[in-house]
């Protein structure tokens, strides 16, 4: 869009518009799989001759504060940028700043203590927390999901963006969230498609919940930084000294790093998100539940569709077997049933008993088999309303089992 040609005409809001959508988003024939999606870094070098940094820095949180952007908020918004540039100085950058430099919100914060948090502008979308997760999602899942096509980002948070709602849909986060799991998904489950799961299946809501991904995305972020060369200032790596004269213990003076491109193109990104889901093990135990999930697995997690995944669960459930190793037994209450966990005592119950059976009392017999002992439980898995129909099969079972071994 062309400037109009008073210079001295403040812009329309339309043009302002015009402006800001161009600079947020791209036309889907500029997209490019080389150059699509792009997540960039502004070297602190442009601002700094020198920096510290953190031996050991504490993971990143973000932190949403009300942003102005106008003459007279300006110092608060240099305030940010500053604090973010110096990314590397991590829980130590609140020494950067006199007392009086912080604006109220963020002193309030720095106030705290030593703290790593990056300061973004509060949005209801959510947009800039969100942003290293936005920016690994290809042309095609943002137009699968309904979101534009977002030009490039830059990480960590700089300046501007405050009124970016404005150019976002209503429910940019619900379908972030989507979009983001779709991405995810394989390298999460990769024998069956999300569509195979229920809507309450624990790695479904795993994969969806954004705010568990950034925080291993920003790990993944600084880890490809942390490689990138320093520019040379003549900068010898030593203590740092603080205005007292003491030494900053955990910190060390340093040359700033270049900036540029921390992922460009599909084939980066993609990696970047093979490595964003290695980082979530560290910073989610990601592994772990995963593990869980998939051992402790009820029929409630899948959806009515076929899939691999429900059917492998099946087979586990309901699988018949040439030979069954049973027992009855009597609990306190009286009611017989069969012990799961009975050696082999007497004659075995083979498929001619089983095939004796309708198909809701060989399912009995089979989570019998499978440790499932409650009455409760087995009428809450075949789904009965309450125990009383499955005491009456349990009996009629030892019946039927009664009379086929001739035990009478």
Wanted: hydrophobic share 40%; proline share 6%.
């Amino acid at each position: 869009m062309a400037l109009p040609e008073d210079d001295e005409r403040p812009l329309t809001q339309a043009e302002i518009d015009a402006f800001r959508r161009d600079d947020l988003f791209i036309r889907p024939d500029e997209v490019g799989p080389d150059f699509h999606p792009r997540l960039t870094n502004i070297s602190v070098g442009f601002t700094m001759k020198g920096i510290a940094r953190a031996l050991n820095p504490a993971p990143v949180e973000y932190v949403a504060i009300d942003v102005r952007e106008d003459d007279d908020h300006i110092k608060e918004a240099l305030a940010i940028h500053k604090w973010n540039q110096v990314w590397e100085f991590a829980q130590f950058r609140r020494r950067y700043f006199d007392e009086d430099e912080l604006p109220e919100q963020m002193a309030r914060i720095a106030d705290l203590g030593d703290l790593n948090v990056c300061f973004v502008p509060r949005t209801v979308s959510r947009y800039h927390e969100y942003t290293p997760l936005l920016y690994l999602l290809p042309a095609t899942t943002l137009e699968r999901f309904g979101l534009p096509l977002f030009r490039a980002g830059q990480w960590p948070y700089g300046i501007g963006g405050t009124d970016v709602d404005r150019y976002l849909p209503a429910d940019f986060e619900g379908r972030l969230g989507r979009a983001w799991a779709w991405t995810v998904w394989p390298h999460l489950n990769s024998g069956s498609g999300p569509a195979a799961f229920s809507k309450d299946d624990p790695i479904k809501l795993l994969a969806h919940n954004l705010d568990f991904w950034v925080p291993a995305v920003t790990e993944v972020i600084q880890q490809t930084l942390r490689g990138f060369p320093e520019v040379d200032e003549g900068v010898e790596s030593g203590p740092v000294e603080l205005v007292d004269g003491s030494l900053l213990e955990g910190a060390v003076a340093a040359n700033p790093r270049i900036g540029g491109p921390i992922w460009m193109g599909a084939a980066e990104a993609a990696e970047k998100v093979a490595e964003t889901v290695a980082a979530a093990d560290a910073t989610g135990q990601l592994r772990g539940i995963l593990d869980a999930v998939k051992s402790n697995r009820v029929q409630d997690d899948f959806s009515p569709r076929w899939s691999f995944a429900r059917e492998d669960f099946e087979r586990r459930l309901y699988s018949k077997r040439s030979k069954v190793s049973v027992k009855f037994v009597e609990l306190t209450d009286t009611i017989p049933v069969q012990g799961p966990d009975s050696e082999v005592i007497g004659k075995l119950i083979t498929n001619d008993f089983l095939a004796m059976l309708d198909g809701r009392n060989q399912e009995i017999v089979v989570l019998l088999n499978s440790g499932v002992t409650s009455r409760t439980e087995i009428a809450q898995i075949l789904g009965y309303a309450n125990h009383s129909a499955v005491s009456k099969r349990l009996d009629r079972i030892r019946q039927q089992a009664a009379e086929f071994f001739g035990l009478d």
